[in-house]
């Protein structure tokens, strides 16, 4: 296998990644129409909404009515992630994920390998953290985890200049990097929660044909929801747990070829 094929699909999330982050920048700076807003709403091709879910469901907690466009917005991305792609928001568009990756990286280059060393926590935090923001949100009035929501954050700071952003940033790199392995994205992100509740039955997965398997154990080192690969070893299947963000990154460094994307 060659070095580009071992990170085709990383390469091909980064473009992704970038080329949403140009498009609200050039929205914002030269008025084009393709992607204006920012992931919690934006206006595509200056004719239809997006929404995100959650965002939506801490408004409707503060009381506040939200308009047909925009739920017409949430229903699209609930189908598209929930029924079609699952959770590949959180590896594909959420600009957050180039940090952690980048903390994950550094972490296996000898930083912090032992992961978990100073706090354990559990993936079923962000759960928590999900039901926290929409009691808060009812509870004052506002969408409670916006207000300090890292992936808002990132990109008004990419948008309008970076400020408090760029800190916000490299504390969730350090806490990656030096506290918890995999910590924001992979056990507080109530945003990531979300999105792992509603893609269970999703369209696009991971299968493993587990006789061309030999169990070396690539993938679960580099996957950010390592849970998920539970049958690696064991038997043929899908990977169909809503945590998993199809981010290709088992299927790139498995040289068994024994993992591969199924649409069905």
């Not at 999330?13 to 920012?38: D, H, M, S």
């Not at 991971?206 to 950010?224: A, F, G, Q, W, Y």
Request: hydrophobic share 50%; glycine share 8%; net charge positive.
């Amino acid at each position: 296998m060659s070095n580009l094929s071992k990170y085709r699909f990383l390469l091909l999330r980064r473009i992704v990644q970038v080329t949403i982050l140009v498009l609200f920048w050039g929205a914002n700076r030269y008025g084009w129409k393709v992607l204006a807003g920012n992931l919690s709403t934006a206006k595509v091709l200056d004719s239809f909404y997006l929404a995100d879910p959650l965002a939506v469901l801490q408004i409707l907690a503060t009381g506040t009515i939200i308009t047909l466009d925009i739920l017409i917005g949430v229903l699209i991305i609930v189908f598209f992630y929930g029924l079609i792609t699952g959770r590949i928001f959180c590896s594909w568009v959420c600009p957050v994920n180039i940090v952690t990756d980048s903390a994950a990286w550094l972490r296996k280059k000898g930083y912090r390998e032992k992961g978990n060393k100073y706090l354990k926590l559990s993936r079923s935090t962000r759960y928590y953290v999900l039901v926290l923001a929409l009691i808060l949100s009812l509870i004052l009035g506002v969408a409670a985890y916006e207000v300090i929501n890292p992936i808002g954050i990132t990109v008004r700071g990419i948008v309008f200049g970076f400020g408090v952003s760029a800190t916000v940033l490299l504390l969730i790199f350090l806490f990656d990097l030096l506290v918890l392995k995999n910590g924001f994205c992979g056990h507080i992100c109530p945003v990531g929660g979300f999105y792992s509740l509603i893609s269970k039955f999703r369209l696009l997965k991971v299968h493993l044909e587990n006789d061309k398997c030999t169990s070396c154990m690539d993938c679960k080192t580099v996957c950010p929801e390592v849970q998920v690969l539970g049958i690696v070893g064991k038997k043929s299947g899908d990977i169909s747990q809503g945590a998993c963000t199809n981010c290709g990154r088992c299927i790139e460094v498995c040289e068994d070829d024994a993992l591969r994307f199924k649409f069905f």
